[in-house]
């Protein structure tokens, strides 16, 4: 199916985007930007100043029809990662991280541990830094979950990515669609001062019905962000894709967003989940909050 005309990507060019390459480069770090081949990167690299650090390697232990990670065997984690992390963060300036990661199943916390030491590191050389994290589903284990909000960071987003009837199909039997909802609910039962995100992959089969029922869930778990994006084939073994969206459509989706309670969604064809995440977070979450707080 080819692509319609207002899904184009900009060729990353510029100043900053120099600058966050050679910082990455030179500690061997690895962006969720490069390896899932985001649309955004140009945008986010050259414009917001902004980059999603993929931690733990770019060898993912599960194999997600959608995804352009590469699956296998990884190796264990590097132990000087998170302090490579807070130098990077350092030299690109950066107010904002968004820290991910690939599936660790082979690894007892499945990689929690070492997201909480990336997340302390980070603060104890940055602390005005606000951190997201966009974390697996760990198998569901809720003192992995646990292990994350313990680390207390500002964000903490998981992806139900596609809607129910369509999880068996898009992604690894190990994932679950009540297990990704499961993981957010515990989030915010756990620690409701901790923002909850998530986000919905568009293009794969689902319906309207289905695309409004997946949002009602996310509500009802207590998600305070969604995004909703075209999802792109990354190669032919990949799934097709069943259906490029109006940009209209889109705009209809985050109205709907907004009337379920949000506390802020974007929706667009190339809205990634971690897309802007610092501009979408500081302007329009915190502020909304300030602005609602009753003195």
Known sequence: MEKPDWIRVRLP??????KITQALRKRKLVTVCEEAHCPNIAECWQNEGTATFMLMGDICTRGCKFCAVKS???ALPDPAEPQKLAEAIAEMELDYAVLTSVNRDDLPDQGAGHFAACINAIRAAHPDTLIEVLIPDFRGKKEAIQT????QPSVIAHNIETVERLQA???DKR???QQSLHVLEYVKQRSPKIYTKSSLMLGLGETKEEILQTMTDLRKANTDIITLGQYLRPSSWHVP????????????????????????????SLVRSSYRAGELFIKNVVHHEENTCII
């Open 175 to 177: 994932a679950s669609y």
């Open 241 to 268: 894709v069943a259906k490029y969206y109006y940009p209209e459509e889109f705009a209809y989706y985050k109205i709907h967003a907004e009337e379920l309670g949000f506390l802020f969604s974007i929706s667009g």
């Open 13 to 18: 060019i510029g100043h900053s985007f120099e």
């Open 169 to 171: 199909a898009v992604r």
């Open 148 to 151: 994350i909000i313990n680390a």
């Open 72 to 74: 296998g065997k990884p």
